[in-house]
C-alpha cells in the first residue's frame, strides 16, 4: 500500500498497462474458470510482432515487443493459452492492427492527419531508409463485424485470429485517400528518422488476416466508403476533433 503510488507516480502509464492487460486479464481468466464462460476473447496487438519483416505477419509470429503496451499484451496473451491449457477455458485471440473511425482518440494518425488536412496545413509523415511508414488501416466498425464473425466460425477451443484491413498501404497512401474524402488536395512534410531508432520499429506494423477471408469473411463497405463514413460524422460532430 505504501509503495503502490510510489511506483506510479515513478513509471506512470506504464504500470498502469501492466495492470491493466496482465494482473486484469488473469482476473477476468479466474472469473471465467469460476463461472463457466462459454467464450474469453482476449485483444491482442499487431504491435506485440515488432516491426513488419515480411509483407505481412502470420498468426503465430515470434513476439518482437518494442514497447511496454506490446509486451504487456503479449503477456496477456500467453496468460490466455495458459489458462486454456490448464482449465479447458475456450479462446478467441484477436489481434487488432490500427483502426479509423468515429469517436477516435485525438492523438492518432487519423484524426491528427484529419485536422491538418481541415486547416490546410501539410501531414507529418515519418520514413526511414526512404520508406513512409504504414498499416493495414481499416474501421472501427469492422473490428466488431470480425469478432462476431469469429465467434459464428472458431472451430477449435483455443485458436489465433488477426484482425486488419486487407491491404497494407503506407500512411501517404492514407493521408491522400483522406484528402480526397475531404475534397482537398494533400500537402505534407516528411521526416526521417535512423532505421535502428524505436521510432522506425513501431512506423512499420502488418499482420496477415487471411484466416478470416478463407473462412469466408467479406466487407460489407470498401475502404474508401468506410473513410467517407468518418469523414462525414466528423463534419456532423465536429466538437470531436
Given at each position: 500500500?505504501?509503495?503502490f503510488?510510489v511506483?506510479?507516480?515513478c513509471?506512470g502509464?506504464?504500470?498502469?498497462?501492466?495492470?491493466?492487460?496482465?494482473?486484469?486479464?488473469?482476473?477476468?481468466?479466474e472469473?471465467?474458470?469460476?463461472?463457466?464462460?462459454?467464450?474469453?476473447?482476449?485483444?491482442?496487438a499487431?504491435?506485440?510482432?515488432?516491426r513488419?519483416?515480411?509483407?505481412?505477419?502470420?498468426?503465430?509470429?515470434?513476439?518482437?515487443?518494442?514497447s511496454?503496451?506490446a509486451?504487456?499484451?503479449?503477456?496477456?496473451?500467453?496468460?490466455?493459452?495458459?489458462?486454456s491449457k490448464?482449465?479447458?477455458?475456450?479462446?478467441?485471440?484477436?489481434h487488432?492492427?490500427?483502426?479509423?473511425?468515429?469517436?477516435?482518440?485525438?492523438?492518432?494518425?487519423?484524426?491528427?492527419?484529419?485536422?491538418?488536412?481541415?486547416n490546410?496545413?501539410?501531414?507529418?509523415?515519418?520514413?526511414?531508409?526512404?520508406?513512409i511508414?504504414?498499416?493495414?488501416?481499416?474501421?472501427?466498425h469492422?473490428?466488431?463485424?470480425h469478432?462476431?464473425?469469429?465467434?459464428?466460425?472458431?472451430?477449435e477451443?483455443?485458436?489465433?485470429?488477426?484482425?486488419?484491413?486487407?491491404?497494407y498501404?503506407?500512411?501517404?497512401?492514407?493521408a491522400?485517400?483522406?484528402?480526397?474524402?475531404?475534397?482537398?488536395?494533400?500537402?505534407?512534410?516528411?521526416s526521417?528518422?535512423?532505421?535502428?531508432?524505436h521510432?522506425?520499429q513501431?512506423i512499420?506494423?502488418?499482420?496477415?488476416?487471411d484466416?478470416?477471408?478463407?473462412?469466408?469473411?467479406?466487407?460489407?463497405?470498401?475502404?474508401e466508403?468506410?473513410?467517407?463514413?468518418?469523414?462525414e460524422?466528423?463534419?456532423?460532430?465536429p466538437?470531436?476533433?
Open positions: 500500500i505504501i509503495c503510488p511506483t506510479i507516480s513509471f502509464d506504464r504500470i498502469g498497462i501492466v495492470y491493466d492487460n496482465v494482473l486484469g486479464t488473469v482476473n477476468l481468466l472469473y471465467a474458470k469460476r463461472k463457466d464462460v462459454p467464450r474469453f476473447v482476449f485483444y491482442g499487431a504491435e506485440s510482432y515488432g513488419l519483416r515480411n509483407t505481412a505477419e502470420p498468426i503465430g509470429a515470434p513476439y518482437d515487443c518494442y511496454p503496451y509486451a504487456s499484451k503479449a503477456s496477456g496473451e500467453e496468460f490466455c493459452s495458459a489458462y490448464s482449465f479447458g477455458i475456450k479462446v478467441s485471440i484477436i487488432i492492427a490500427n483502426t479509423f473511425g468515429e469517436r477516435c482518440q485525438k492523438t492518432r494518425f487519423p484524426i491528427v492527419a484529419m485536422k491538418q488536412i481541415m490546410n496545413e501539410p501531414v507529418q509523415l515519418v520514413a526511414t531508409d526512404g520508406h511508414g504504414g498499416r493495414r488501416w481499416f474501421h472501427a469492422d473490428v466488431a463485424l469478432t462476431r464473425f469469429i465467434l459464428d466460425n472458431q472451430t477451443d483455443f485458436e489465433k485470429w488477426n484482425s486488419a484491413g486487407r491491404e498501404m503506407s500512411n501517404l497512401v492514407f491522400v485517400q483522406l484528402a480526397k474524402a475531404k475534397g482537398k488536395d494533400l500537402e505534407y512534410n516528411l526521417s528518422v535512423h532505421p535502428e531508432s521510432t522506425a513501431l512499420f506494423n502488418s499482420i496477415d488476416p484466416k478470416l477471408y478463407f473462412c469466408g469473411y467479406q466487407y460489407k463497405f470498401t475502404f466508403e468506410r473513410l467517407s463514413q468518418m469523414v460524422w466528423y463534419k456532423m460532430n466538437s470531436w476533433l
